[in-house]
């Protein structure tokens, strides 16, 4: 081997060598640009699905203010935890420490997060105040998150909670004015897109994809304080005469707001737990009755506008029963020889069954619809029901007399109330709204001269011999009707009774408009018993928080300051003074 | 003619007494670009890992530095040691290194990390003996090639011989498991063998011998077929087998030519498993762009052009052990680094190998620093040789012109 000829044989196998490690690195290179160049779309695209993630922006709820500015429904911000499981799991020996910081069961909770373990998001626990939150947060468990989010506070509690609603654990409106009035609380979630490393944290803002809207506040019709004096004063009838249940509602005659809503049984809507869903409904909106008596003015109306009867036309009503084709309506007492104002002051069922059969059954169902019975109101609330007033090819005799004072049809609360207002709105119906200075467009339905008229009759009632003296308000002249009627179930009726008072004050020039009804009281069942005084008190104090000016002065200038509740005692009827009855056992069958 | 013999130049410097050689600058220049590049892409691609591991943002940083300050010291030690002596010890050393990959199996001082026993319990940190073995057996294959020149270049058995040896020490690496270093060992022999001057014509005949019990050995395990196959199309599976590849090829399509700007890489934030040792690159390709894995290339080939120019240097001057060494080290660094960026970019199935300085990593970074040292040694030895040989001229230049 010649030494000389070796070190040029090296140089030679080197060079094959750097041939080899070169043409593996041109290679290299060409991978490189078909990587990053050729082929960059398809990877940026498969990075950009692994990490860019559109989030949403949280945005907080509308308040709702009650007609004078007070708070009813808040969002308050909160905090919810949540733990990645992929990530969580991976430490799962802390998973006690988390288990006992949230106040959760250990065991529990490893098992749901096992479930989850594919999974990259789960709520450990919803709604905490902030302290609490970042209580859990600073122990550092791995994959342990917080989330903002907000949760709705109802001041007023139960006392308006039926006209708000609720909204869920995500913000969503439930019931009530939440769920009406959704969207425009809600607003609009922004969404940003974000890059998230593999553990779920934002490293970067790419984006603002869409701008975050939030909820808009919104004034609702009620007045905190009139509804709390409703809300306290038909919970006290409540208790007093053992009824199962009731409503009350006050409209603005003027407008049509809704100025109270009241039921029992409430609940409290900041902690509703499992709540019989019973005592979650707007029974004022959703729950039908039989109007009873307080349908006579609606009857009379017809009967006006039928140019057939005047206030004064003579009606015989005795012997104090009725019979037709075989059914017997009777009355409480029989009065004999009244007027068609008799009918509605000593509210004759005989005399509204009478006049009933002179009117032609589409005259009155005409006039009934106009009243906007068997219709919806309008006023939007979820869940209104439209009552019943049956079509008028289907009333036979039996049925236009019974329908007459009241029975064979059912209507919500609200629908007598606008009915009422109708009235008092000088024949004009506004329908009810929910929102301040939201009023619809009022229509005529009835003549004003028979308005007034029927507001004068009404006003009979309220003072002796009338039937409603309880209704009676001091300074302030009432016009209204009782009503009582039975249970119906099943197309019978059971022995269980509806207490009803419709109302309006003061008279003279109707501002507010009260409806009160009353379920299944105990002892005395008769409206003008149960719910008149309800109705009494709460307008009582209604038109006072209302600065109405009052119609009956008279008494207020001749009564001395000390001598006042003899006045009120004089205009009322005294304790213990008969009332009559406007219901008769065994009318309907 | 024995004016250019220096194989007995160690009579000579120590006749000489204080001739010195140079350490070759562009060498250490590129070995320390390339570590500045290292440690710039470990801090960026491990913050968010030491983050999320709550161990402080900066650990694997502080960790690499550490190393790196270790293999400096190390790289220092191997540019003193006089390659005779390696030479002379070569086998023991070897014997040394056997040792260390015995005990990766040993219970309580071997420690089995991902089904894998490569490392041994060093207090705190482990040692990966294969860093270790690597140096190790190209010294000693050095010395092997040397003294068995005529025998190399000559029979098939002569050949078989140092592959053989080599083959041992992959066994025992595939037994750990670790296929990658397994592979890096024999191919990086084969390329000394080569350059020691083998014949092509029993090279190729062994290639067809050790082809089928390479691929018998690579089909063996079921996890290495799957490597296997998930890189040849990682999208096929690409949320289990493929996860790590398509994250990477992710990363690496992000960058474009000239990336997404250094710190700015998204798959480093756990999206990208071993995104600051084994895929260091892809972050880098992600961060730095094509721009970037241009520049690691160019390094490396100024590196180990660098590490062969000395080899061929030294071979040149007859000092064949030190060229050897050279050939060997540097065939070590640009086979793993190639291997390295080639399973980064999805041509190559994953190996479990380390980009070379740049990688964090502790044994990787102290050894590779190590056999720098060596081929400064080299460059050294050669360059004294120079000088002596200078010395030489000049002092019979002085005798001759004197009157």
Known sequence: MNARTKPANTRTRLYAVFAVLGLASSALVVRAVDLQVVRKDFYQEQGDARYLRDIDIPVSRGTIFDRNGEPLAVSTPVESIWANPMELLEHADRIGELARAAGLDEESLKERLVERSDKEFYYIKRHLNPDDAQAILGLGIPGVSSQREFRRYYPSGEVIAHVLGFTNIDDAGQEGLELAFDSWLAGEKGIKRVIRDRLGHEVENVELVREARPGKDLTISIDRRIQYLAYRELKAALAEHHASSGSMVILDVPTGEILAMVNQPSFNPNARGNVDPAYRRNRAATDVVEPGSTMKAFTISAALESGKWKPHTPIDTSPGTYTLYGHTISDVHNKGMIDVTGVITYSSNVGAAKIAATLGRDEMYDVFHRFGFGEVTGCGFPGESPGNLPIAKNWGPVEQATIAYGYGLSVTPLQLAQGYAALANDGRLRPPTFVKGGQAKDRAVIDPQIATTLRGMLETVVHPPGGGIKAAITNYRVAGKTGTSRTAIGGGYQKKYISLFAGMVPATAPRLVGVVVIHDPQGAYYGALVSAPVFSKVMDGALRLLDVPPDDVQNWYTASPDSGHTVRMARQAPDGAQVEPDYAEGVPE | ?403
């Open chain 2, 1 to 403: 003619m024995l004016l250019f013999d220096f194989s007995n130049d160690d009579q000579q410097a120590t006749r000489f007494g204080d001739v010195k050689g140079r350490y070759d600058l562009g060498l250490v220049v590129a070995a320390m670009l390339l570590a500045s590049l290292g440690l710039v892409m470990v801090a960026s691609s491990s913050i968010a890992i030491a983050d999320g591991q709550h161990v402080g943002a900066f650990y694997y940083l502080y960790r690499h530095v550490a190393f790196l300050a270790i293999g400096l010291v190390a790289s220092l030690v191997m540019a003193r040691i006089e390659l005779s002596w390696l030479e002379r010890n070569a086998l023991p050393l070897l014997l040394c290194g056997a040792v260390l990959l015995l005990l990766v199996f040993v219970p309580f001082i071997g420690v089995r990390v991902n089904g894998a026993r490569r490392w041994i319990r060093l207090g705190f940190v482990g040692f990966q003996s294969v860093e270790a073995v690597k140096i190790l057996l190209v010294v000693y294959m050095a010395s092997y090639l040397v003294r068995h020149r005529d025998n190399l270049q000559g029979k098939l058995l002569g050949v078989i011989k140092p592959l053989g040896i080599a083959a041992i020490f992959a066994g025992l690496l595939l037994v750990q498991p670790d296929f990658g270093s397994a592979t890096l060992l024999m191919a990086v022999t084969l390329g000394m063998v080569w350059l020691g001057g083998a014949r092509l014509r029993n090279l190729a005949l062994l290639g067809a011998l050790a082809l089928p019990v390479l691929a018998g050995a690579a089909l063996s395990q079921d996890y290495r077929v799957k490597r296997l196959t998930s890189f040849l199309d990682p999208w096929a599976d690409p949320f289990k087998d493929g996860f790590q590849l398509t994250q990477a090829l992710i990363a690496i399509g992000r960058g474009e030519w000239t990336g997404v700007g250094l710190g700015a890489s998204v798959q480093k934030l756990f999206y990208l498993p071993e995104a600051h040792t084994d895929f260091i690159l892809a972050v880098l390709a992600e961060e730095l762009g094509f721009a970037g894995i241009v520049l690691v290339l160019v390094l490396f080939a100024w590196l180990v052009g660098r590490g062969f120019a000395i080899g061929l240097r030294a071979v040149e001057q007859n000092r064949h052990f030190a060229g050897y060494c050279a050939f060997g080290v540097s065939l070590m660094l640009a086979l793993q680094a190639l291997v390295s960026i080639g399973v980064n970019l999805g041509v190559l199935p994953t190996k479990g190998l380390t980009l070379p300085l740049v990688s964090s990593g502790g044994s990787s970074v102290m050894m590779t620093c190590a056999a720098i040292g060596l081929l400064a040694r080299v460059s050294y030895e050669v360059s004294r040789a120079e000088n002596a040989m200078l010395q030489v001229i000049s002092e019979r230049q002085a005798l001759e012109v004197r009157p």
